[in-house]
């Protein structure tokens, strides 16, 4: 039976057509191989291959605490594929990471994305730490149409056809200090302008980040203004233990 979940979400599934690695939204071009391009969501760096499938759920308004984003949207993918999810940024199956979920949040507005990349051939990188040791794997299912039609079953939202977007160029500026947490590490250095910028593995509002820097271009002190930036109503941050890894980061970097 079908659960519909709200009126104000749409769905957008594609596969791949070839091989890629596309970085999260807070990643620079040394956080990957030559050739590689940012995505719009934040995260660590994804590989894709031929008949990956893209995954990609769009809400107008969150509707769950913003510490749960990824654990509520992702178990109708899970009723699909008979994944299971221990809270990091992977789908496990079987004891092996078979998809890369995350999510964009804009505290302002509650307009959220929450995707994933499911390997149905191509496996993600296995270098990643938050794999934590663990070779990934792929689905590599009978009948694509018919997994896929599950997955439109187990969402029960309309579907949509997304603007197509041009790939963006990673910044090429290196960072300076880099600080490892949950899931990868958090990163800080300033960009070719020279304007201090924090990026990483990390998934965070947009506009929180957004706040933290212009703190930091106005030289407020670093630990007041990464709490006030990261503690504001509504921000969604995910991958990280303490915010202290920031204001190091960010030290560092300066």
């Known amino acids: 039976m079908t659960r519909a979940m709200r009126a104000d979400a749409e769905l957008a599934i594609a596969f791949a057509r070839e091989d890629a690695v596309l970085l999260g939204a807070f990643q620079r071009a040394c956080d990957g191989p030559p050739g590689a391009i940012v995505r719009g969501t934040p995260g660590g760096a994804v590989r894709i291959g031929p008949g990956t499938l893209h995954v990609m ?4 308004r969150l509707d769950c605490d913003e510490t749960k984003i990824l654990n ?17 940024d992977w789908v496990d199956l079987g004891g092996h990471p078979v998809a890369h979920v995350g999510f964009a949040h804009s505290r302002a507005t509650g307009r959220t994305v929450v995707e994933a990349f499911v390997s149905m051939r191509t496996p993600l990188d296995g270098a990643r730490a938050t794999y934590l040791g663990k070779s990934p794997t792929t689905l590599d299912p009978a009948d694509d149409e018919k997994l896929v039609a599950k997955i439109i079953a187990a969402y029960g939202v309309p579907l949509f056809e997304p603007a197509p977007v041009a790939p963006s160029p990673a910044d090429e500026t290196p960072w300076v200090a880099s600080i490892d947490e949950a899931i990868g590490p958090i990163r800080a250095g ?27 271009s106005r030289a407020e002190d670093v630990r007041p203004a990464v709490d006030a930036a990261f503690t504001a109503p509504h921000t969604a941050l995910f991958g990280v233990r303490s915010l202290e890894s920031f204001a190091r980061a960010i030290e560092a970097a300066l």
Request: proline share 2%.
């Open 190 to 216: 300033r960009d070719a302008s020279g304007c201090m910028r924090v990026g990483g593995e990390f998934m965070a509002s947009f506009d929180a980040i957004a706040d933290l820097e212009d703190r930091l």
């Open 72 to 88: 509520r949207h992702v178990r109708p993918l899970l009723r699909a594929i008979g994944g299971r999810y221990f809270g990091r």
């Open 57 to 60: 759920l769009a809400l107008t």
